[in-house]
């Protein structure tokens, strides 16, 4: 059960999300529709939403390698150049998602410290930001399986 929950969580967690914006995007319109009046949170939560389901949706696609990517100059190097050149990248691209996971829980410490609630629900504005470290450590680990597979499999036609 742990090996499945580490090799899809990102997966499960987008499809609650979605599931749950879902629901609540449409039980909006019916209120809405049905009585003229809305759920006052929704667009709090949905917009929240939204950005859980990009920083996880990343991981997804950096697990698949779907990354965004220019391999135009790696296209032209000799082959000998190429690996370490793919290397090179993925080292960087981990050290900037690190460096986002830090400024994203260096964010979440001033949210929490200076007690900000949130505008609809007036819960505490850090608990829509706790997941995002998370996300962006686990998408810098999804980046890091898929380029060690890549290596290998680079390595092997060598």
Avoid at 49 to 64: E, P
Avoid at 86 to 100: D, G, P
């Amino acid at each position: 059960m742990l090996a499945f929950l580490m090799r899809e969580a990102e997966k499960l967690v987008c499809a609650i999300l979605f599931l749950g914006m879902t629901l609540l995007g449409f039980a909006n319109v019916v209120v809405r529709y049905g009585t003229s009046y809305s759920f006052a949170s929704s667009e709090e939560l949905l917009t929240n939403g939204f950005l859980l389901l990009t920083v996880f949706g990343a991981a997804i696609a950096a697990r698949q390698g779907q990354h965004l990517a220019v391999t135009a100059v790696v296209d032209l190097l000799p082959r000998s150049l190429r690996l370490p050149l793919v290397v090179l990248s993925a080292a960087l691209s981990v050290l900037l998602l690190l460096a986002s996971a830090w400024l994203a829980w260096a964010a979440l410490a001033t949210l929490y410290a200076n007690g900000l609630r949130s505008y609809a629900l007036g819960i505490p504005a850090w608990y829509y930001q706790a997941a995002v470290p998370v996300a962006f450590l686990l998408i810098a680990l999804r980046f890091v399986q898929h380029a060690v597979t890549e290596y290998r499999a680079a390595a092997a036609h060598d």
